[in-house]
């Protein structure tokens, strides 16, 4: 096993939500369902289905104008309910209705050569659970990575447990693993917290390498594993996929069926009591959390309470729904008082322990922010930032208190070299 | 979304909470003429606040009153009122007002200050410290290392230098209360101090290594003098230490993963 980050690098910020109550793991298929497309993308799909019709569980339902090949599947057997496109035929979001005793939808399983492989996960919906970076989003469909990083970890702030969503699966996982492991011939990591092997020694030929991680986020999320043992650059894009999504491609090779569910756990403020259930992908977050509400004004997050989003269904890749009391809007300041002390540059970030501890203690922590801050992407690029998404500097931005922006200002940096180095 | 706490002026609040058991100490036996020297700097250091916060909106931080703090510590005695607020006003403006604030400057404004009045005004004699107010310096640094905002590295390797020097026999005695002070009151600054795990090592030992320096080839100057110098000089050097730590950091990372 390959070390990990550093001893006891990173934070443990204490998100306030209930403790976990009901049967563990509990299945609870919400109503409706939505197909959306994946966090800060905009993707021009076309349309497979109609408003109207009836969809079996994994059918396709819409796939890309640009690589026709990748395909949206429905997470259960439902009726096309809406289907709002943004200008463009950009995928703004499908609604459906669920149909108990509907049909699931079976994908030949002949996926002996790594191009077969490819194809039935894009047709069947898993090629969405595949991220690259550097930049983020899925793969291009013929991309192949220079490494790939499978995610058996997660410390984001009451995330569920990866080990507990493989319990029954690891022969499937086991399975999927070594099918992926033939998308590249570079290396394979596992990252898992502290426990028992996930897969025998021998899978894949021995290429798959495990890395151990610690309890504290961001040990635990796949960026830091990435900038430290096979950085991402503009020519060696780098995979990463969460470990139950391994499992999901290792039961669609045995069954040639898509996994129904996944663990997610729903948690926060702004409930009575917290849960983990078993529910579809693109799950009502309103229909998961319902019956679990305080009283009083709140918001639903896709994610976790430092890297979510507000929305109306579970993300993509999306394994947690945080609940949040609504905050009152700020009380209107004096105009003179803004005047003076709003400068249009943001507060400086001052160097402290804190920070260091967000990026896990694996980077210059100050000269990245720095470098973010001033727009310097050279220096950032060489700093590691093209290993980095959104979701890695979720900590840091709670930690300075949401004063600095990091996430966005990651994003235009990312954006910006992708302009004018990547092109 | 839910915040954290370690925005610029918690920083600010937590050292000051760490520089409390100093000031309180230092107050006690330097009296009134202390007290007044330390509102007299708090005046002049916050209404140059106010005037860039008028002028370029430009939000006053609680950081002006440690520097605030330090000037009255350190400053040259007998120095009046028209030298004094000379001081602080050339420090206070050009060592972090001007650059956007603290948290944007590159040298303590406190450095800049005392910096200033012991070459400008060389005739006035340095102060000295009782043992209560050098022996404060260890919670201060213990309370400022302990919640994060004062970098650790910068005070072991001014450490480990000035332990050896003393060890290889050097007279580091009479130096080191007032480099100990200086050390915690100016080079600790996080802002101004390097921002790297090596290059603060760096920043320490070089610190360490100038009042060492300064301690033997340096007649004729008061200790605090030699401490300031040293810090003045190690912190304009602490952007060299953090590229330095960098470039480092990026070949080792080249020679191990071929690519950074």
Redesign the interface.
């Given at each position: 096993m390959m070390p990990c980050l550093a001893i006891g690098a990173g934070l443990s910020?204490r998100?306030q939500s209930p403790c976990v109550t009901g049967p563990d793991g509990q299945e609870h298929i919400t109503e409706e369902a939505g197909i959306t497309a994946p966090a800060g993308a905009a993707l021009r799909v076309e349309m497979l289905v109609g408003e109207g019709e009836g969809v079996a569980h994994g059918q396709p339902v819409a796939r890309c104008r640009d690589h026709p090949e990748v395909c949206f599947t429905a997470p259960m057997a439902a009726t096309v309910a809406s289907i709002r496109l943004h200008p463009g035929r950009k995928l703004s979001e499908v609604v459906l209705f669920r149909d108990s005793g509907g049909d699931s939808h079976h994908h030949p399983t002949q996926a002996e050569t790594p191009a077969a492989l490819r194809r039935l996960m894009q047709g069947a919906g898993l090629w969405q659970s595949l991220r690259r970076r550097p930049f983020g989003g899925m793969p291009a469909p013929s991309e192949t990575p220079s490494a790939l990083v499978v995610m058996a970890a997660d410390t984001r702030p009451h995330a569920p447990d990866p080990r507990r969503a493989l319990k029954g699966h690891e022969e499937a996982f086991s399975r999927g693993l070594a099918a992926l492991a033939t998308l590249t011939e570079g290396p394979v990591i596992l990252c898992q917290s502290r426990g028992d092997a996930l897969f025998d020694k021998g899978l894949a030929g021995g290429r798959i390498t495990t890395v151990g991680t610690g309890p504290r986020h961001p040990q635990g999320l796949a960026g830091f594993h990435i900038h430290a043992?096979?950085?991402a650059?503009l020519d060696?894009p780098v995979w990463d996929i969460h470990a139950e999504d391994v499992a999901a491609l290792g039961d669609l090779l045995a069954t040639g069926h898509v996994a129904a569910t996944r663990l997610v756990r729903v948690a926060g403020a702004a409930l009575r009591e917290s849960r983990v259930y078993r529910t579809q992908p693109g799950a009502d977050l309103r229909g998961l959390s319902q019956s679990l509400m305080l009283p009083g004004p709140h918001i639903l997050l896709s994610g976790s309470?430092?890297d979510g989003r507000q929305a109306h269904w579970l993300g993509a890749n999306d394994r947690q729904v945080t609940a949040?009391p609504r905050e009152a809007a700020p009380g209107k300041r004096h105009w003179f008082l803004t005047?003076?002390?709003?400068?249009?540059?943001p507060?400086?970030?001052?160097?402290?322990?804190?920070?260091t501890q967000a990026f896990g203690a694996a980077?210059?922590a100050?000269?990245l922010v720095r470098a973010l801050a001033s727009g310097d992407d050279e220096t950032a690029?060489?700093?590691?930032v093209l290993s980095l998404l959104e979701e890695d500097v979720a900590l840091a931005?709670?930690?300075?208190?949401?004063?600095a922006d990091l996430a966005r200002l990651l994003r235009a940096a990312l954006d910006r070299i992708a302009a004018e180095f990547a092109s | 979304?839910?915040?954290?706490?370690?925005?610029?002026e918690?920083?600010?609040t937590m050292l000051m909470a760490a520089y409390a058991p100093l000031a309180i100490v230092w107050l006690w036996f330097d009296g009134v003429d202390g007290a007044a020297r330390l509102v007299l700097a708090l005046v002049i250091s916050g209404g140059w606040h106010l005037v860039f916060?008028?002028a370029?909106?430009?939000?006053p931080s609680l950081a002006g009153a440690i520097s605030a703090l330090a000037v009255a510590m350190l400053a040259p005695e007998e120095l009046g009122l028209i030298r004094l607020t000379l001081g602080i006003s050339f420090g206070a403006v050009m060592g972090e007002l001007i650059f956007?604030?603290?948290?944007?400057n590159v040298v303590n404004p406190a450095t800049v200050t005392l910096s200033f009045l012991g070459f400008g005004f060389p005739a006035f004699g340095w102060p000295e410290f009782v043992q209560p107010v050098i022996w404060a310096v260890l919670p201060a640094a213990a309370i400022g290392v302990a919640t994060?905002?004062m970098?650790a590295a910068v005070i072991a390797g001014a450490a480990v230098v000035t332990g050896l020097a003393a060890a290889a026999g050097l007279p580091l005695v009479p130096v080191l209360p007032a480099a100990g002070i200086v050390l915690v009151l100016l080079v600790c600054d996080?802002?101004t101090s390097a921002?790297?795990a090596l290059g603060r090592w760096l920043n320490g030992a070089f610190f360490g290594g100038l009042v060492c320096l300064f301690a033997y080839g340096w007649d004729g100057a008061a200790p605090l003098q030699m401490a300031v110098a040293a810090a003045l000089l190690s912190s304009l050097a602490a952007p060299l230490f953090?590229e330095a730590?960098?470039e480092m950091?990026?070949l080792r990372?080249r020679r191990r993963?071929g690519?950074?």
């Open positions: 910020p998100i043992h096979t950085p650059a060696c309470a430092l949040l005047a003076l002390t709003r400068s249009a540059l507060k400086p970030v001052i160097p402290t322990s804190a920070l980077l210059p100050v000269a690029m060489k700093l590691g931005d709670y930690v300075l208190g949401g004063e | 979304m839910t915040k954290g706490l370690w925005d610029r918690t920083v600010a916060m008028l370029r909106a430009q939000p956007g604030g603290w948290g944007r994060g905002v970098p996080p802002v921002a790297t953090d730590a960098i950091w990026h990372r993963l690519r950074s």
